[in-house]
Nanobody, 122 residues
Framework: QEQLVESGGGLVQPGGSLRLSCAAS????????VGWFRQAPGKEREGISY????????YYADSVKGRFTISRDNPENTVYLEMNSLKPEDTAVYFC???????????????WGQGTQVTVSS
């Protein structure tokens, strides 16, 4: 089954920035809704952003609105999550997922990546 591959995680100081990438080998991502989720230690996985397949509309959870930006690069078959003004509470494993329903619920997504760790700490 197709798996997505996330990259770009790492250790960053509070206030810093990172850009996560989500790539697919056999899926054409612009045909799918692509979402970003994260799971912090001891917490459930939460949806934080997604981008529609039809018109590129973007949606954000309140916790990241104004700081994170999701975008597509269709020729590269990649979706990005630009994260700015990072806070220690953004520390989590970040996952991307592809599906056909515009929603923050995990069940709306059919294909998942393995995740990339983001740690925000001084």
């Amino acid at each position: 089954q197709e798996q997505l591959v996330e990259s770009g995680g790492g250790l960053v100081q509070p206030g810093g920035s990172l850009r996560l990438s989500c790539a697919a080998s056999s899926l054409t991502l612009d045909y799918y809704v692509v979402g970003w989720f994260r799971q912090a230690p001891g917490k459930e996985r939460e949806g934080i952003s997604y981008i529609s397949s039809s018109d590129g509309r973007t949606y954000y959870a309140d916790s990241v609105k104004g700081r994170f930006t999701i975008s597509r690069d269709n020729p590269e078959n990649t979706v990005y999550l630009e994260m700015n003004s990072l806070k220690p509470e953004d520390t989590a494993v970040y996952f991307c997922a592809a599906g056909t329903i515009e929603h923050f619920e995990e069940a709306a997504y059919d294909y998942w990546g393995q995740g990339t760790q983001v740690t925000v700490s001084s």
